[in-house]
């Protein structure tokens, strides 16, 4: 267990998410050609009967008779055993692709949270349930109560310095005091330039 747990905390999941959307589109075209190749009897068969059968309304139900039995009617044969086989082996690789998206979720906010200093159990749990909605609640829950250093890119609480490397997450307006933001260029209140403060403060944490 403690293995796997450091496997997922230095997973690059960019990397990972750029490999598998690659597979996952190169999986879906060659398996959507390959069946069309594998049904193409099956394929002409129906078409060649919808074109001969006269008043066809399935959404009206305008049909006199019901579907079950209708390919027998018009000659449509049934996929031979190695079809079935090769589709049954698509429909695997679609619902491991599927099973694979579906886990990286709750293996992200695993690693998330652990940077974020954040529950650990709880939002793995709730991605492995929720899948895309626990990801989105979980970035809403860490924006309201975490902040991110620009410095070193430490998740902490919010704070008037980065617990990790020291940088103030505040820089006073050396016009108006008020407090800005330390990659602002100019206050947000008097619109003087904080460029000259900015330096001051960086020189101060180097020294």
Do not use: Y
């Not at 709880?122 to 895309?132: A, F, H, T």
């Amino acid at each position: 267990m403690k293995h796997w747990k450091e496997r997922i905390l230095q997973m690059k999941f960019g990397r990972v998410v750029r490999r598998l959307a690659i597979f996952s589109v190169c999986a879906a075209l060659l398996g959507g050609i390959l069946s069309v190749v594998l049904l193409q009897p099956q394929i002409s068969q129906i078409t060649s009967a919808a074109q001969q059968e006269e008043q066809i309304d399935v959404f009206r139900g305008e049909w006199s008779h019901d579907w079950e039995g209708w390919d027998d009617a018009h000659g449509i044969t049934e996929p031979a055993l190695p079809v079935k086989a090769a589709l049954l082996a698509l429909g695997a690789v679609f619902c491991a692709l599927a099973a694979a998206w579906w886990l990286l979720v709750p293996a992200w906010l695993f690693q998330a949270s652990v940077r974020a200093r954040m529950n650990t159990l709880v939002w793995p749990l709730l991605g492995l349930l929720w899948s895309l909605w626990g990801l989105i609640l979980f970035l809403v829950i860490r924006s309201l109560l975490r902040q991110r250093c620009a410095a070193c890119g430490t998740w902490q609480r919010k704070a008037s310095f980065c617990t990790a490397c020291g940088r103030s997450f505040h820089v006073t307006c050396p016009s108006c005091g008020a407090d800005c933001s330390p990659d602002d260029r100019h206050c947000g209140r008097c619109g003087a330039s904080l460029q000259p403060a900015a330096e001051a403060a960086s020189s101060r944490e180097d020294r």
